[in-house]
């Protein structure tokens, strides 16, 4: 059988150019290397809870065609993302907000909040490293209490190491406003992403466990969005990511931490965040998942998580983008076949244009 499409990667883009593609009456056929459809956004059901198993994922976009389409395959709930940090036991509120400005002063007006932040700052001609940007952007207060020893936990790495561009601004919000992203929709599929994703893929053929193997599969046409080095055998090096590990745990309590979303923002925890699930889903389960998330450094082998877009990885992938170009008959798409991070109504807007372009 000659397949007008082999799509490798049942994640949210390469599901949805298979969608579009056999809507539009071709012959697509997905094949993914894992045991299960949608990619990183993956949910599996554990004691009636969707548990997001590649890391904590919560849909949000300004973009409305891309709402409309997704809304054609799932419903989504109205959970808006509002985490907590916690900093030796106390908590405060995310994004900085005037929530957390009283937490951190008892300061009650925006005035007052923008007074203490301006005598906070500290002036640098110009930032030499990540510390100094942050104590310029925030003062030491916030840097010390929700930035520090997050981000070094993060990158591996102290702040004063690292470049001061990775903070390139700091929104504040002069407003008592938790709500982290500022986009007009968001919101979680109900019954999980992996039902979204199962639903996109209605009718077409996917064919899990199956590896990409050069020439294997007779296609007119590919579209490729796992890593693009390993495409090329990784002939010219690899690109680098940073990592993630996840801890899961499901416990006989109903409600652990009260919220979705719980950064570690200090040394004495070794994890960056727990992430207890149900919430994201108002979940009524008598049990509850939790998962600790711990930064970690990549090697070959591991889950990618995010590329280090740095200058030596960026030069790097120009390369294999040149490669990618001669690859007659083959697209390169998705956040592996790009080497860019995504968020998922980038990563499906970019599907639509590709399946548009390919119609
Ligand atoms: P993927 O989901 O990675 O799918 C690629 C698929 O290709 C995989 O299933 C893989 O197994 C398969 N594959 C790879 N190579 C091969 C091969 N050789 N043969 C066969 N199959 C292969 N976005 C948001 O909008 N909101 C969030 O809150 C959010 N949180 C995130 C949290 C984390 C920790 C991370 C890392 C990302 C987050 N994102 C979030 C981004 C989101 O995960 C991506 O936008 C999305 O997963 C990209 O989809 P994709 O289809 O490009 O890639």
């Known amino acids: 059988m000659m397949y007008d499409y082999l799509i490798v990667g049942a994640g949210i883009f390469g599901a949805v150019c298979a969608r579009e593609l056999t809507d539009a009456g071709k012959k697509c ?7 299960h459809i949608a990619g990183n956004i993956y949910t599996e059901n554990i004691e009636g809870i969707s548990v997001h198993k590649y890391g904590a994922h919560i849909f949000h976009t300004n973009i409305k065609p891309v709402w409309d389409y997704l809304n054609r395959f799932t419903e989504f709930n109205n959970y808006v993302n509002s985490p907590v940090a916690n900093f030796h036991g106390k908590l405060y509120n995310l994004p900085f907000n005037m929530n957390t400005f009283y937490q951190l002063w008892g300061v009650i007006t925006p005035e007052q909040a923008l007074a203490k932040l301006e005598e906070q700052r500290v002036h640098f001609d110009e930032p030499k490293n990540l510390e100094e940007q942050a104590l310029s952007l925030a003062g030491r207060d ?71 193997v050069k020439g294997e599969i007779p296609a007119k046409k590919i579209i490729y969005t796992g890593p693009v080095d390993g495409y090329f055998d990784y002939k010219i090096g690899e690109l680098e990511y940073r990592s993630l590990k996840f801890e899961n745990e499901t416990l006989d309590c109903e409600n652990y931490q009260g919220n979705a979303v719980v950064n570690y923002t200090s040394h004495d925890e070794p994890f960056t965040r727990i992430i207890e699930h149900k919430h994201f889903e108002f979940g009524t389960s008598p049990k509850t998942v939790v998962t600790r998330e711990y930064s970690a450094t990549w090697s070959k082998g591991d889950e990618p998580y995010y590329p280090v877009n740095d200058e030596k990885n960026n030069t790097l992938y120009a390369k294999y983008e040149e490669l990618a170009k001669q690859e007659s008959n083959v697209i390169f798409g998705g956040r ?24």
């Open 336 to 359: 592996l076949g790009q080497y860019r991070y995504f968020d998922m109504d980038k990563v499906t807007e970019l599907a639509l244009e590709l399946t548009k372009r390919e119609i």
């Open 29 to 35: 056929l997905v094949i993914d290397q894992r045991n």
């Open 142 to 212: 916030i840097y010390e209490t929700l930035i520090k020893e997050y981000t070094e936990k993060q990158w591996g790495r102290k702040c004063t190491e690292l470049p001061a561009f990775i903070i390139k601004r700091l929104p504040f919000r002069f407003r008592f406003d938790n709500n982290y992203f500022n986009d007009r929709y968001q919101g979680i599929p109900v019954g999980g992403y992996t039902a979204m994703i199962e639903k996109i893929l209605d009718g077409v053929e996917v064919k899990l466990n199956t590896k990409f």
